[in-house]
């Protein structure tokens, strides 16, 4: 079944510990994004990649981290989590070319205390 | 970058009657333009989308019509049903001459079935 996973589902942290949410598709798509959402803000593009070691800042990078070492995973990294990053996140992926589809992941519900 | 409107940020509607939706866009250069729907507690899910060469599309009861000399695009339900409540968002590319991906999304309509 093509889809995009991301774990954990959920996670409750504390401030300035380290945390790491995984992304994985396995459509081979080239693109991937991660977004926040959070009420009445709709979705914000965190980082984006175009292809493996190729990725950029979106839209709300400060505070994130991402990397991109093989195509089908796109792991986002909190360095130094704070109560500001507690959100909704979503991972998406999509093919090249000129459709701009995105593929959601489940999402992950992140909160920092 | 690209900036997009969404209006309104609610929408309560008797089931049967329509529902539209709107947005305006800030890139002239833009060219894809989606509609998203999300269910409580799920995922965003493409329902609609056209591209800047048409100014209409339709599937059953929802259509999509854009307007690119105003720089805006529409969502149309029509005959609503409960399974429609839901959160609606539309999106477009990111700026053209920034070289980015992804979506710009705007912040949402809330739309409600009243039975």
């Known amino acids: 079944e093509a889809q995009v996973t991301q774990n954990p589902r959920y996670l409750i942290t504390v401030t300035g510990k380290k945390l790491t949410v995984t992304c994985s598709q396995n459509?081979?798509?080239?693109?991937m994004s991660w977004y926040r959402q959070d009420p009445g803000l709709g979705l914000r593009q965190i980082y984006y990649?175009?292809?493996?070691?190729?990725?950029d800042k979106g839209d709300v990078p400060e505070g994130y981290k991402v990397s991109r070492k093989e195509k089908r995973n796109f792991p986002l990294i909190l360095e130094s989590p704070s109560p500001n990053q507690t959100s909704l996140y979503f991972c998406?992926?999509?093919?090249?070319?000129?459709?701009?589809?995105?593929?959601f992941g489940p999402g992950t519900r992140l909160t920092v205390t | 970058g690209e900036n997009v409107e969404q209006h309104p940020s609610t929408l309560s509607v008797q089931e049967g009657d329509s529902a539209v939706i709107k947005c305006t866009y800030s890139?002239?250069?833009?060219?894809?333009f989606p509609w998203y729907k999300q269910e409580l507690g799920k995922r965003p899910q493409l329902i609609i989308d056209?591209?800047?060469?048409?100014g209409e599309k339709k599937d059953q009861r929802i259509a999509v019509t854009l307007n690119k000399t105003a720089k805006h695009f529409s969502l149309h339900i029509t005959e609503t049903q409960p399974e429609d409540s839901a959160v609606y968002f539309c999106?477009?590319?990111?700026?053209?001459?920034?070289?980015?991906?992804?979506?710009?999304f705007g912040k949402g309509t809330h739309l409600i079935i009243q039975p």
């Open positions: 459509m081979n798509h080239e693109y």
């Open positions: 999106a477009a590319p990111p700026y053209s001459g920034g070289g980015a991906d992804g979506l710009t």
């Open positions: 056209i591209r800047s060469n048409v």
């Open positions: 998406a992926s999509r093919y090249g070319g000129p459709s701009y589809e995105q593929y």
């Open positions: 890139d002239s250069a833009s060219n894809y």
């Open positions: 990649s175009m292809n493996v070691e190729v990725t």
